[in-house]
């Protein structure tokens, strides 16, 4: 081969290697440092702490783990006959504070019958019976409201369309008002969640198409930004007892970016594809057609 040839060749073959090699490296370089996507995304979803608002045994559990329920369905009963007895004893309070309530109306109204036979100080008393009858009463029709308030809620309900899920609720457990009884994943406000870089923050924007792929899925799901977080903990500083700021004294040269939590709507998925609240995503956020990022 003519030896000019041959170092022609060589010398092709060489910038050709070169010209890749820069041409790989400013792909990735772009791919990792300025476009928009990250490893680091999660399906979640809010959960409601369901909880009882009287106390009691559980007397019935209408439902069971990883049941999809809709808003108003029934999970479990809180000692209803306890509660329904206490509704009784309201009504049979009501009855006694009226009948005296009736007795002091009609002594008040006997002294005004008598006029000055009935001496001052005894009317008087009469008149503050009859308005102690009446507030008792009052009280009394307030406990069975109380009562009938008390009833209603035994029966705990679902508020949200969700999914029961690490239910270890059985009948004959004690619960405590207030007391978290389950936990019913919102399936209402299930999203993806990615965590960018502060430095690719300047490329998203609300609005922008994203695509999203859970890990052991190779499917595709489209979305949208929804959000972006208003703010994250500052691990750089902290509170003083004397409410003054206490700023970390060093700073490491290496500084790492901060993960911004960015929201994404799913706004299109594949059948069959499973939502699960923690699941790990890839989000990518697409640029507009034309867009210049």
């Given at each position: 081969?003519?030896?000019?040839?041959?170092?022609?060749?060589?010398?092709?073959?060489?910038?050709?290697?070169?010209?890749?090699?820069?041409?790989?490296?400013?792909?990735?370089?772009?791919?990792?440092?300025?476009?928009?996507?990250?490893?680091?995304?999660?399906?979640?979803?809010?959960?409601?702490?369901?909880?009882?608002?009287?106390?009691?045994?559980?007397?019935?559990?209408?439902?069971?783990?990883?049941?999809?329920?809709?808003?108003?369905?029934?999970?479990?009963?809180?000692?209803?006959?306890?509660?329904?007895?206490?509704?009784?004893?309201?009504?049979?309070?009501?009855?006694?504070?009226?009948?005296?309530?009736?007795?002091?109306?009609?002594?008040?109204?006997?002294?005004?019958?008598?006029?000055?036979?009935?001496?001052?100080?005894?009317?008087?008393?009469?008149?503050?019976?009859?308005?102690?009858a009446e507030a008792s009463v009052q009280a009394?029709?307030?406990?069975?409201?109380?009562?009938?308030?008390?009833?209603?809620?035994?029966?705990?309900?679902?508020?949200?369309?969700?999914?029961?899920?690490?239910?270890?609720?059985?009948?004959?457990?004690?619960?405590?008002?207030?007391?978290?009884?389950?936990?019913?994943?919102?399936?209402?406000?299930?999203?993806?969640?990615?965590?960018?870089?502060?430095?690719?923050?300047?490329?998203?924007?609300?609005?922008?198409?994203?695509?999203?792929?859970?890990?052991?899925?190779?499917?595709?799901?489209?979305?949208?930004?929804?959000?972006?977080?208003?703010?994250?903990?500052?691990?750089?500083?902290?509170?003083?007892?004397?409410?003054?700021?206490?700023?970390?004294?060093?700073?490491?040269?290496?500084?790492?970016?901060?993960?911004?939590?960015?929201?994404?709507?799913?706004?299109?998925?594949?059948?069959?594809?499973?939502?699960?609240?923690?699941?790990?995503?890839?989000?990518?956020?697409l640029p507009e057609p034309g867009a210049h990022?």
């Open positions: 081969m003519n030896p000019i040839l041959s170092a022609f060749a060589r010398w092709v073959v060489t910038a050709t290697i070169v010209l890749l090699a820069i041409f790989v490296a400013i792909w990735l370089w772009k791919r990792y440092e300025t476009e928009p996507w990250t490893r680091d995304g999660h399906v979640r979803a809010d959960v409601v702490r369901v909880a009882s608002d009287v106390g009691g045994l559980i007397t019935t559990v209408a439902v069971h783990d990883n049941q999809a329920v809709r808003k108003g369905d029934l999970l479990f009963v809180v000692d209803m006959p306890r509660y329904a007895d206490a509704l009784g004893q309201a009504d049979a309070t009501i009855a006694s504070a009226q009948a005296k309530l009736d007795q002091a109306r009609k002594v008040a109204r006997r002294d005004l019958a008598l006029g000055d036979l009935v001496a001052t100080e005894t009317h008087e008393a009469n008149v503050a019976q009859e308005k102690t009394a029709i307030a406990a069975k409201q109380t009562a009938e308030l008390n009833v209603h809620r035994t029966a705990v309900r679902a508020s949200v369309n969700g999914i029961v899920t690490n239910l270890d609720l059985h009948p004959g457990d004690f619960v405590a008002p207030g007391a978290q009884a389950l936990a019913l994943v919102d399936n209402d406000s299930i999203r993806v969640e990615g965590y960018f870089e502060e430095t690719k923050l300047g490329r998203i924007h609300v609005g922008d198409k994203a695509r999203i792929r859970l890990m052991g899925d190779a499917r595709d799901m489209e979305g949208h930004v929804d959000s972006i977080t208003a703010g994250i903990a500052d691990d750089q500083s902290k509170g003083t007892a004397n409410q003054l700021l206490a700023v970390d004294p060093t700073f490491s040269w290496v500084r790492l970016a901060q993960r911004i939590p960015v929201r994404i709507h799913v706004d299109r998925m594949p059948a069959g594809t499973q939502l699960i609240a923690g699941r790990t995503a890839t989000v990518t956020i990022r």
